[in-house]
C-alpha cells in the first residue's frame, strides 16, 4: 500500500485509490478486508493509536471491514455508508457532488422559524428524495429551516434515529448520502435552509461497534439510554475527534447549515474544555472557513443559561436552545393536566415568565426532581430560545403518542399556534401540525435481536405504568405503530379544518416576518392571571416598527381584555390586526372594541383565542 495524505478519519476515495485511517489504541494490527476477502495492512499512524494507509485501485462503492488482531472483522466507526444495514460491510462514499447552491445564504438564528421533520414518517415513500416536492409548500408557508430527525445509520428501516450507530453514515433506507445530499441542494434552491438533529450523548445498541476499537465509552457514567460516551477519559481526545468531524463532515459533504445537539445534560464532561463547547466552537468556525455560517443549537434538561453566554462571559456559545419550560407551560394552560413534570408550572404566569425570561424553572423548587432547579441569577435571552407547543419527545412519549392538536378543541389548538409564531423567541413546528393532521407520532423501531424487542417492550409499558389506566403503548416493533405516523398532506389542500389551519399558519409566519416579534418585551406593561384565564403582554417596536400587544384568552367564553398601557398614552390607538377567534380561520365571532364601565376602550374577545394588535 502506497501512503498518501492523511485524512482524518474514515476511507476517503481519491484518484487511483482510496486512504483509510482509524483509531483502534489498542490493536496490534489491523487490516482493511475486501469484499473480494483480500486483506491490506494498515500502519501505525503517529502515537495515539491511529492506523492508516492508501490501498490504490479501488474506489467508490467498495465494501470494505477493519480486522483488530485476527478478530472478526467489523465496520468501520467512521463510515460514511451502511448500505447493508448497521450489521453489513461499510462502503466507500463518492467525495463530490454538483452542488448548485453557490450564493445561498442561511437566516440568521433569530429570524428562524424551525420545522421539524421525521423523513420516515413525513411521506408515504420515507427518502429524502420524497421531501423535496413538499418543499415549496414548506417555503410558502414562511418556513425557513427544515431541521431533520437524527438520519444517522440505525437498525433496520423504522426509527425515531435515536438509535444510530455511526456518526458518519446516512441511513440507508432514507437514501443515503446521496439522498441528503439532493434534499439539502433542492432545499437551498428554494431559500430553505436544512438543520440536523445529531445524537452525541449515546449510541443505540444494535450494531454497535466502536467499544470493540477502543474506550469510545465509560462506565463512570450512565446515560438513560445506555452507555456514556467516554469525553473526559484516557482516550477522550480521539471520542471527541470522532464526534466533531462527523458534524464536520456534515456541513463540508453535505452543506448542513444548523445543527440541533440532542440531550447535551447527558453528556457528563468535568474538563475545563466541555466537549459540547468544542464542538460549537469547531462548527463556527468552519462555518467561517466556507463563507456559510453554521448554528448550533442544544436541547438541555438542565435550564443552565451558560449554554448560549458567550464563551467570553463563561457560556458555551451555542446560538440558541430548545426551552421545555415554555412548552410544559403552554400544555398546563391549554389542557390543565399536571401530571408528571407538568406539575412544576402554574397557570399564565408561568406562560409570562416564559415569554419574557426563556426559563420559567430558575432555580424554582422541583417536586419531580427532589431539588431546585435551573440557575436562580443568570438571565437568559429569549431571543436565544426555540419554542414550540409540540416536537417529536412530547408527541412521542405519550402514551399513544397523541398530538396536542387532538388532544383539545380546535380554537386552543390555534391558541398554542399563535403563541409560539408570535412569541419573541424563535418558534418550532411539529410536521403535520400546520394542517391539523391527527396522526400521531408513537415511539417506533424494527430491531433484529428478539432479546432487544422485547426489552423495548416491556421497558415502554413500564414507563406508563403509573398512568396508563391499564391501557398498553402501541408495539413499537409493529409496522403498523410505524404506519400510523405517515402524514397525509392532502388535509392542507382540501376545503374544511386542513386548509383553513395551514392558511393561519402562513397568515402567522407573515405578520412575524413584518412585525418582527423578537422585538424585546417591556416587563412594566405585562398583566397576568394564575388561573389561566387570560393574560395581556405588550412589547415595543423596533428600527421603526410599531409596538405589538397580544391578548391571550385561554378560557371559554366572552372576555373583556385591554393592552398594557404605559403613563400618558393615547388608549385609543390601537388596530386589531388577527384574531384566532374571526370566522376567517373557523372560529366563532371576530373581537369587537368595546368600552368599560369608566369609558376606555377594550377588546370583545371570543376565548379561547388570541387576539394581536399594533399602534
Not at 492508501?54 to 465496520?75: K, N
Not at 445537539?261 to 459540547?276: G, N, R
Not at 415511539?443 to 421497558?459: N, Q, W
Request: charged share 25%.
Amino acid at each position: 500500500m502506497a501512503e498518501g495524505p492523511s485524512p482524518l478519519l474514515g476511507a476517503w476515495a481519491h484518484e487511483g485509490g482510496t486512504r483509510f485511517r482509524v483509531w483502534a489504541p489498542d490493536a496490534k494490527e489491523v487490516v482493511v478486508v475486501l469484499e473480494d476477502g483480500t486483506e491490506h495492512l494498515l500502519a501505525v499512524d503517529g502515537e495515539r493509536g491511529h492506523w492508516a494507509g492508501t490501498l490504490e485501485g479501488i474506489g467508490i462503492g467498495t465494501a470494505y471491514r477493519y480486522r483488530l488482531d485476527g478478530g472478526d472483522p467489523l465496520p468501520d466507526p467512521a463510515s460514511m455508508s451502511q448500505p447493508d444495514g448497521v450489521h453489513g460491510p461499510s462502503a466507500i462514499v463518492e467525495p463530490s457532488f454538483a452542488w448548485t447552491d453557490e450564493g445561498f445564504v442561511a437566516p440568521a438564528f433569530e429570524d428562524s422559524v424551525f420545522y421539524e421533520l421525521h423523513i420516515g414518517t413525513f411521506t408515504e415513500e420515507g427518502t429524502f428524495d420524497a421531501v423535496i416536492p413538499h418543499l415549496d409548500r414548506l417555503a410558502d408557508l414562511g418556513v425557513t429551516t427544515v431541521e431533520l430527525l437524527p438520519v444517522s445509520q440505525f437498525p433496520g428501516g423504522r426509527n425515531w434515529g435515536y438509535d444510530g450507530v455511526f456518526p458518519f453514515a446516512v441511513q440507508d433506507t432514507y437514501g443515503g448520502l446521496g439522498g441528503l445530499r439532493r434534499l439539502v441542494d433542492a432545499a437551498h434552491a428554494r431559500g430553505l435552509a436544512v438543520c440536523l438533529d445529531v445524537v452525541h450523548n449515546h449510541l443505540g445498541p444494535e450494531g454497535n461497534v466502536l467499544g470493540r476499537y477502543g474506550p469510545y465509552f465509560t462506565d463512570r457514567y450512565r446515560t438513560p439510554w445506555g452507555e456514556a460516551l467516554n469525553f473526559d477519559g484516557a482516550g477522550s481526545d480521539a471520542v471527541r475527534e470522532l464526534f466533531v468531524e462527523s458534524a464536520r463532515f456534515f456541513v463540508a459533504q453535505a452543506h448542513v447549515d444548523a445543527f440541533r445537539l440532542d440531550a447535551v445534560h447527558a453528556i457528563v464532561d468535568s474538563t475545563a474544555h466541555p466537549y459540547v463547547e468544542q464542538l460549537t466552537y469547531e462548527l463556527h468556525r468552519l462555518g467561517r472557513e466556507v463563507g456559510r455560517p453554521v448554528v448550533v443549537v442544544a436541547e438541555s434538561a438542565s435550564n443552565d443559561p451558560r449554554l448560549t453566554r458567550p464563551v467570553e462571559e463563561g457560556g458555551w456559545g451555542l446560538d440558541g436552545q430548545w426551552n421545555d419550560d415554555f412548552h410544559h407551560a403552554l400544555h398546563v394552560v391549554l389542557t390543565g393536566e399536571r401530571a408528571g413534570y407538568y406539575a412544576h408550572y402554574e397557570g399564565a404566569r408561568d406562560l409570562e415568565r416564559a415569554f419574557t425570561h426563556g426559563f420559567v424553572l430558575e432555580g424554582r423548587w422541583s417536586p419531580s426532581r427532589g431539588m431546585h432547579h435551573g440557575h436562580p441569577r443568570l438571565g437568559v435571552d429569549p431571543g436565544r430560545m426555540v419554542v414550540f407547543s409540540a416536537n417529536h419527545d412530547q408527541v412521542g412519549n405519550r402514551l399513544a403518542g397523541d398530538r396536542l392538536t387532538t388532544q383539545v378543541d380546535p380554537e386552543r389548538a390555534k391558541v398554542a399556534a399563535a403563541v409560539v409564531l408570535l412569541s419573541p423567541s424563535v418558534p418550532m413546528l411539529f410536521m403535520g401540525d400546520e394542517h391539523a393532521d391527527p396522526a400521531p407520532f408513537p415511539y417506533f423501531v424494527s430491531h433484529g435481536d428478539p432479546a432487544l424487542i422485547e426489552a423495548v417492550r416491556t421497558g415502554r409499558a413500564e414507563e406508563f405504568v403509573a398512568f396508563s389506566k391499564g391501557r398498553t403503548p402501541p408495539d413499537a416493533q409493529s409496522e403498523d405503530t410505524f404506519r400510523s405516523a405517515v402524514l397525509d398532506h392532502s388535509l392542507a389542500d382540501h376545503r374544511g379544518v386542513g386548509r383553513t389551519r395551514w392558511l393561519l399558519h402562513q397568515e402567522l409566519l407573515r405578520l412575524r416576518r413584518v412585525l418582527r416579534p423578537q422585538a424585546a418585551f417591556d416587563e412594566r406593561t405585562s398583566d397576568g392571571d394564575d388561573a389561566a384565564e387570560a393574560l395581556s403582554m405588550r412589547w415595543s417596536g423596533r428600527d421603526g416598527l410599531p409596538d405589538i400587544a397580544l391578548l391571550l384568552a385561554f378560557g371559554d367564553g366572552e372576555q373583556v381584555l385591554a393592552p398594557p398601557t404605559q403613563d400618558d398614552e393615547d388608549p385609543t390607538g390601537w388596530r386589531l390586526v388577527l384574531d384566532t377567534a374571526d370566522p376567517t380561520w373557523g372560529g366563532p365571532a371576530a373581537t369587537a372594541c368595546v368600552s368599560d364601565a369608566d369609558g376606555l376602550p377594550g377588546w370583545l374577545v371570543h376565548g379561547p383565542a388570541v387576539v394581536l394588535l399594533s399602534r
